[in-house]
Each structure stands twice: as structure tokens, then as C-alpha cells.
């Protein structure tokens, strides 16, 4: 079975920061890892994805995920906050099935002070 | 590249009335389809997916339906809406084990 664990429900940083969004999953199988972005009565948008390629993945907006298995652990980082990422932000998990079903964390808040 | 589509984007209905929410996916053939309800407080809950024409899993025991008429069109349907069904609704496309790509919603508001 699969499950994901976002450590923070709220992260408040001022602009020009680092952000650091914190993830844990636990997987029986290879899993694939996601982090998406939802701002305010949108949809989700994918920010980046890990599917046992590289381990450190790049995605837009400046976000990158490293992967680390011995930790279980898949932190969503940025080194500059700008006030749009002001959002809230899912990581995901899934393995290789028919359905393709996903596991989603329950989502940090994250907000940018100027 | 592929498109995904929900209308409406606003939907204001009272009790007891019923309901059709329409996703269609354009660029892609064969996709898996969902439906996600997400309630205030930001939680995604799975309702329904379909692998294929005709084939809908239902998660949650609900006063909600799906249909995949088409390939590539997903619908949401209810013959008489609660209260408690108000949300925003979220259609999405996958593909096994990867990656799901998600509408723009719609935000039913059941008064």
C-alpha cells in the first residue's frame, strides 16, 4: 500500500526566501512521486515528477524534488519566493496499476510575505 | 498536446434539482478519466474513474453518478443534489502509474 505525508499543513515565508515543503510517502513497490499547485478555485497544475529516473528533478517555476529513498522522503524546494507561488501545494504519490489511481498528501498552504 | 475541458465553471442549484457536470480530454485517445470532489479545507476525494468506454469504479457510496458515453467525455450526473454535495468538482486524465492532468473545475454550490 501506498501513502504520502505532508509534514506541514502551513508554511509562511517572506519573498526572496527559500521555500522548503516537506514530503514523506511510504511505498511497497517503486513508486512514482508528484508535487502539484493549486491556486485559489483552479485546477491542479503538475510542478514536477519523479519516475526513478534521476533522483533530483527539476520542474517549472524554479521548484525542484529531490528523491531520497533511504529517507522516504520527496521535499519540494525553491530558492527564491516569489509572491505568485503564493498556493497550495500536493504531493503525490502512485505505483504502475490498471486504474492509475493516485495517493495525495493533504496539502501545505503555502504563503508569500513581501 | 492535450486539452481538458469541464463545464460549467460556476454552478448554483437547490436542493433536490439534479445535476450534469461534462469533462471532455481532446489530444490524447484512451485515457483513463476521473472525477475528484475536493470540500472546503483542500482535500482531494476520488469518486469516480473509468479505464475505458462504459467502465465506471465508483469509490465512495455516494448520491452521485458517472458515465463515459465517449472515448474522451466523462460525466458527472445526480438526480437530486444534497446540501452536502456543494464543492468544487475536479475532472482529470492519467495513464497507469503516471502522472494525472486536471480541469479547471467547477464550483457547485447547492443552496
Known amino acids: 500500500a501506498q501513502s504520502v505525508t505532508q509534514l506541514d499543513s502551513h508554511v509562511s515565508v517572506s519573498e526572496g526566501t527559500p521555500v522548503l515543503l516537506r514530503c514523506n510517502y511510504s511505498s511497497s513497490y517503486s513508486p512514482s512521486l508528484f508535487w502539484y499547485v493549486q491556486h485559489p478555485n483552479k485546477g491542479l497544475q503538475l510542478l514536477l515528477k519523479?519516475?526513478?529516473?534521476?533522483?533530483l528533478v527539476k520542474g517549472i517555476n524554479g521548484f525542484e524534488a529531490e528523491f531520497k529513498k533511504s529517507e522516504t522522503s520527496f521535499h519540494l524546494t525553491k530558492p527564491s519566493a516569489h509572491m505568485s507561488d503564493a498556493a497550495e501545494y500536493f504531493c503525490?504519490?502512485?505505483?504502475?496499476?490498471?486504474?492509475?489511481?493516485?495517493?495525495f498528501g493533504q496539502g501545505t498552504e503555502l504563503s508569500v510575505k513581501p | 498536446s492535450q486539452t481538458i475541458h469541464q463545464w460549467p465553471a460556476t454552478l448554483v442549484q437547490p436542493v433536490g434539482s439534479p445535476l450534469s457536470l461534462e469533462c471532455t480530454v481532446e489530444g490524447t485517445s484512451n485515457p483513463n478519466l476521473y472525477w475528484y470532489r475536493q470540500a472546503a479545507g483542500r482535500g482531494l476525494q476520488l469518486l469516480f474513474y473509468s479505464v475505458g468506454i462504459g467502465q465506471i469504479s465508483s469509490e465512495v457510496p455516494q448520491n452521485l453518478s458517472a458515465s463515459r458515453p465517449q472515448d474522451r467525455q466523462f460525466i458527472l450526473s445526480s438526480k437530486k443534489l444534497l446540501l452536502s454535495d456543494s464543492g468544487f468538482y475536479l475532472c482529470?486524465?492519467?495513464?497507469?502509474?503516471?502522472?494525472?492532468?486536471f480541469g479547471p473545475g467547477t464550483r457547485l454550490t447547492v443552496t
Open positions: 503525490v504519490v502512485t505505483v504502475y496499476n490498471q486504474e492509475g489511481k493516485l495517493i
Open positions: 482529470a486524465w492519467g495513464r497507469q502509474g503516471l502522472e494525472q492532468y
Open positions: 519523479y519516475t526513478s529516473a534521476a533522483t
